[in-house]
């Protein structure tokens, strides 16, 4: 009986479990970025008492392989609309925004995704990403254009002025 038991246990998920062969197995998918947005007085444009960005009409657009800019909307995922706000932590960081970035179309490795504060106010996100031993890990990130960001810093955090 322990022998079977240890059978279903150990040795048939080693047998059933990933293998080279899988396109999908044992995937590491590291394709977020924070910001923090402020004004050139440096006022927490996030926070909904700064009278700043009015965060519930924020969109987050993903270009898709016709060129065209998608609006994100998936209720299965915890971030629906392609973001999450984060509040403000006991080590005093302010308001951020988590933006999940395009993977739904990566060409060349690289990605756009745009963040539209509002009607007349939109951002660009360029990620170019690492695609080796079937990752998806962003390298660096250009806001309008802009380098903004490289995998050798240490947090993921992009300060954007408006």
């Keep these: 009986m322990v022998k079977k038991i240890f059978y279903a246990l150990v040795v048939m998920p080693l047998i059933f479990g990933c293998d080279n062969d ?41 270009t898709n392989q016709d060129e065209e800019m998608v609006l994100v909307n998936n209720s299965q995922l915890d971030g629906s609309k392609g973001y999450v706000i984060i509040e403000p932590d006991a080590a005093g960081n302010p308001y951020r925004i988590k933006v999940f970035l395009n993977i739904d179309h990566i060409e060349s490795n690289v990605s756009y995704t745009h963040i539209k504060w509002s009607s007349d106010n939109m951002d660009e996100i360029k990620t170019e990403f690492d695609l080796s031993n079937n990752n998806i890990i962003a390298k660096k990130i250009w806001v309008n254009g802009e380098l903004k960001w490289e995998s050798s810093s240490s947090e993921l955090l992009i300060s954007l002025v408006k």
């Design 22 to 62: 899988e396109g999908d197995c044992c995937k590491t998918i590291e394709a977020v970025m924070f910001f923090d947005v402020t004004n050139s007085e440096d006022l927490d444009l996030l926070d909904p008492n700064s009278g700043g960005i009015d965060t519930s009409l924020i969109e987050i657009l993903y």
